[in-house]
């Protein structure tokens, strides 16, 4: 008898605690506006602005030559950087760049778990700082290297057909908002 | 133990039955402590208000922009007092801004935004704001967030009963707090009476441009003009103004502006008076009061005075001015949505009083004066008068309207809302404001369309409300949900210097008109420069103009040399950026100024007198970006009798 009653104390107490949570439960599931969950994260590429001058991703996306670069700008999730305020210079591989590398290597890095390779691999390409081709080139005459967000330093030379960086050759130079895009014709594997 | 058990059993399904989601009933009633209140004013990380709010910042002279109903302050817009942050009043552009008839006043004391209308409605094109103390009146863009234009006022003195927009912006209406001898002259204060005169301006703004112009005035009797409201709907046409001190009283005025039993409300007729301007019954009088105006192209202001004003006197024009008995030195004077009801708050009366507007119209019609003052007609009151809220609270001051048949009304003594029936005059509820509320604001609660969800009150005093600060702490505003039959507050929010009264307007409504840049290619400022190509030094005898550029990372020129000692160096800067948020500032080592703040697009000036020889830094004070800390210079100064040539360079080499 005790035992039982005992028993019926304790189904009580649970039911109680059920009652309480369930009601909160109700609430907490009541859809609205206003409920406290924080949204889904959303970086500064998401932001929509069609005055401001075009920085580094739109120029990017805009040209029919960086699919890949923006494929894997995409994949390796490094949008938001590439839209930051920096200064950055960045240097853009063609896809015929892309192209070069050996078969299935691109393809392979697209692949999502080899995100952060392929994010190591990018960065190799963004300088932070404010280099337009005249400061490259004065960089080059002061024997100077470039500093990369991968941390690896590039080599920067002044030749007769124009500009070299990490050994390959800038085609052409864009101004964008947030900094430099130049184009190149090789990707630069950092050195491992 | 049975019993015992019993007794357990019979508390638990008890405790049951009541925790069993009592939420659902009691949600209305609970006030603040329903733990939902705090979900109702959440706005989610990177979501955006319902509303904005512009909430005067009374003695700071500014006007902030607040989100609903979150609470949030966005922007702090200097009006009439200078802006260190923002180089208000300190850069060569804005200077201007704050001439007046009196020399550069750096401060004032602002208090009622409204908001531009067009058949009505807020159309958010402008903002408009009183300076109470050295009379003005500011207009805001909403584009911009910026003071466009201020106006001085002349004859005016406590610029009070302003700025409240006629439906339609065809007017600005600024009446005058103090009576004061027009024009200007040396004469004995005591005698005031019958002497002092009190204008009222009607400002016109252009339809388009939104330029005022003080199209006239009306010369009223030496009271005290307190707040103001034009009429909507069928009394379009009219402003109705609050007065005090009818006594004409002009010392101790606490108790010898309160011994009438009734002062007044005037009944204006603006429409009336433009046909008196069109018959030429004005007066024109010599004045002097400046009018400043920003131009976004130049992005500099000008100011110039205007040297003369018409004038309307009543006593020569019927028709144009009625005054109607209001009881005890009345303080609020609003007019609900339909235009009919004229509600005027007593500060020391027991009841509101409301006046309906056809009730004047037919009391003109009829005569039906009590006799007149200075050749004004007043109105019988029993013949105007259509309500009253009868015990609603102690100390009434405002109302507004919710669009649903309700007034709500501030009362400052008894610290409270109260929720009111039109046309039954009952009231409906009432809510504790903490502590001393002023005014209030219902999001378009003095047009014709307001948007009954929010209410703010705004309080004096706050005492314990939040987190001390000393002696001196926050002014207190309050968010009160108003969509249900009883007011729920909802939030207390610090607001910037005194939160004299608001205006405010769904989000929607202004959103996308927010302006992002200024574009470089429509920058007519005279000292623009528009490529780092073009920067330059010019030296024209002791005075040094640098024309100077910033982009991310640097300044260009960043080294300049061949200043002296007793010159005068203007900094022209001008950001090369094209890109929503990313302005830069420049600040210089011991210049007497403050730093500038440049939006992309955008030329500042500030005026640099170095006393000392040596090679002063100055830098980027906006963190503009990775290396926003590198974006620095030096100028070398050398003595006054030195003769090292001017140069200005950029990495060591010329930029030109």
């Known amino acids: 008898m005790y035992l039982a009653m005992k028993k019926l104390i304790l189904l009580m107490n649970v039911l109680m605690i059920t009652a309480v949570l369930s009601c909160n439960n109700t609430k907490?599931?009541?859809?609205?506006?206003?409920?406290?969950?924080?949204?889904?994260?959303?970086?500064?590429?998401?932001?929509?602005?069609?005055?401001?001058?075009?920085?580094?991703?739109?120029?990017?996306?805009?040209?029919?030559?960086?699919?890949?670069?923006?494929?894997?700008?995409e994949a390796a999730g490094v949008e938001d950087a590439v839209v930051n305020a920096g200064p950055l210079t960045v240097f853009a591989p063609t896809n015929a760049a892309f192209n070069k590398l050996p078969k299935g290597t691109v393809d392979d890095l697209l692949k999502s778990e080899n995100k952060s390779k392929l994010a190591y691999i990018l960065t190799n390409h963004v300088a932070p700082a404010n280099y337009p081709d005249v400061q490259l080139i004065k960089e080059a005459e002061k024997g100077r290297k470039l500093y990369m967000a991968s941390g690896q330093y590039l080599d920067v030379k002044k030749t007769d057909e124009g500009i070299s960086v990490g050994g390959t050759k800038i085609l052409k130079t864009v101004k964008v908002s947030n900094g430099w895009i130049h184009v190149i014709e090789d990707v630069l594997v950092p050195v491992e | 133990m049975k019993t015992n058990i019993n007794i357990y059993f019979a508390t638990m399904i008890i405790i049951l039955i009541f925790v069993g989601c009592s939420k659902k009933n009691g949600g209305n009633n609970a006030g603040a402590l329903t733990g939902d209140a705090a979900e109702r004013v959440y706005v989610k990380p990177g979501e955006h208000d319902e509303f904005y709010a512009f909430i005067s910042g009374g003695f700071s002279g500014q006007l902030a922009v607040y989100g609903l109903p979150s609470g949030r302050l966005f922007k702090v817009i200097p009006v009439f007092s200078v802006d260190g942050e923002k180089a208000y009043g300190f850069n060569e552009e804005t200077k201007p801004m704050l001439q007046t008839s009196h020399g550069f006043v750096p401060w004032d004391d602002a208090h009622h935004p409204d908001l531009s209308q067009t058949k009505g409605e807020i159309d958010g094109r402008w903002c408009f704001i009183n300076g109470n103390n050295t009379p003005r009146i500011a207009r805001i863009s909403l584009e911009t967030y910026e003071t466009e234009e201020i106006i001085e006022i002349p004859n005016s003195a406590g610029n009070h009963s302003s700025s409240f927009v006629t439906e339609n912006t065809e007017y600005v209406v600024a009446g005058t707090r103090f009576s004061v001898p027009i024009p200007q002259k040396d004469m004995p204060i005591k005698d005031y009476k019958s002497n002092f005169k009190g204008a009222i301006s009607f400002i016109k703004v252009d339809p388009q441009k939104g330029d005022m112009n003080i199209e006239f005035q009306v010369l009223m009797p030496g009271f005290n003009y307190d707040l103001a409201h034009p009429g909507r709907g069928k009394s379009h046409g009219w402003v109705f103004f609050t007065t005090y001190n009818t006594e004409e009283a002009n010392s101790l005025l606490e108790v010898n502006s309160s011994q009438n039993d009734k002062d007044f409300i005037a009944a204006i007729n603006w429409q009336k008076a433009e046909e008196y301007i069109k018959e030429g019954k004005f007066k024109t009088m010599p004045a002097n009061y400046a009018h400043n105006v920003y131009d976004d192209a130049t992005h500099t202001a000008t100011s110039k005075m205007k040297k003369e004003v018409r004038v309307l006197d009543p006593a020569d024009c019927p028709g144009l001015v009625y005054f109607m008995p209001t009881p005890k030195s009345p303080h609020g004077c609003d007019v609900d949505p339909s235009g009919e009801y004229i509600v005027g708050s007593g500060k020391l009366a027991a009841s509101l009083t409301v006046h309906s507007f056809t009730n004047m119209k037919k009391a003109i019609d009829e005569k039906a004066f009590d006799g007149d003052a200075y050749g004004i007609p007043i109105l019988k009151y029993e013949k105007t008068i259509v309500g009253e809220v009868k015990q609603p609270g102690l100390g009434p001051l405002h109302t507004e309207f919710d669009g649903k048949g309700n007034a709500y009304t501030t009362f400052f003594i008894s610290s409270e809302v109260v929720k009111w029936k039109l046309g039954t005059w009952e009231v409906i509820d009432r809510k504790p404001t903490y502590y001393s509320v002023g005014h209030l604001m219902i999001p378009g609660g003095n047009s014709q369309k307001p948007f009954g969800k929010y209410l703010v009150a705004m309080n004096k005093i706050t005492k314990d409300r939040y987190l001390p600060t000393g002696p001196e702490v926050t002014q207190s505003a309050q968010l009160y949900d108003i969509s249900g039959e009883k007011m729920e507050l909802l939030l207390d929010f610090p607001t910037v210097g005194e939160p004299h009264y608001a205006a405010g307007c769904p989000a929607s409504l202004l959103e996308a008109r927010s302006k992002k840049f200024y574009k470089l290619e429509e920058n007519k400022h005279v000292y623009a420069t528009k490529a780092e190509k073009d920067a330059k030094v010019v030296r024209k005898g002791k005075e040094v103009h640098i024309y100077m550029t910033m982009i991310r990372s640097h300044f260009a020129p960043d080294?300049?040399?061949?200043?002296?000692?007793?010159?005068?160096?203007?900094?022209?800067?001008?950001?090369?950026?094209?890109?929503?948020?990313?302005?830069?500032?420049?600040?210089?080592?011991?210049?007497?100024?403050?730093?500038?703040?440049?939006?992309?697009?955008?030329t500042e000036t500030f005026v640099w007198e170095p006393k000392q020889v040596g090679v002063w830094p100055f830098y980027c004070t906006d963190f503009c970006s990775a290396l926003h800390q590198e974006m620095q210079g030096y100028v070398r100064v050398s003595p006054g009798n030195s003769n090292i040539e001017l140069s200005w360079t950029l990495d060591g080499e010329s930029l030109n």
């Open chain 1, 28 to 73: 907490q599931a009541e859809p609205g506006n206003n409920s406290p969950e924080i949204t889904e994260h959303k970086g500064q590429a998401s932001v929509e602005d069609t005055e401001s001058a075009a920085n580094a991703l739109t120029v990017a996306k805009s040209l029919p030559d960086f699919t890949t670069l923006v494929a894997a700008i």
């Open chain 2, 559 to 602: 080294n300049i040399e061949g200043i002296k000692v007793g010159d005068k160096v203007f900094f022209h800067v001008t950001n090369l950026e094209q890109d929503y948020d990313v302005p830069h500032g420049i600040a210089m080592i011991g210049a007497n100024t403050s730093e500038l703040l440049i939006m992309p697009g955008q």
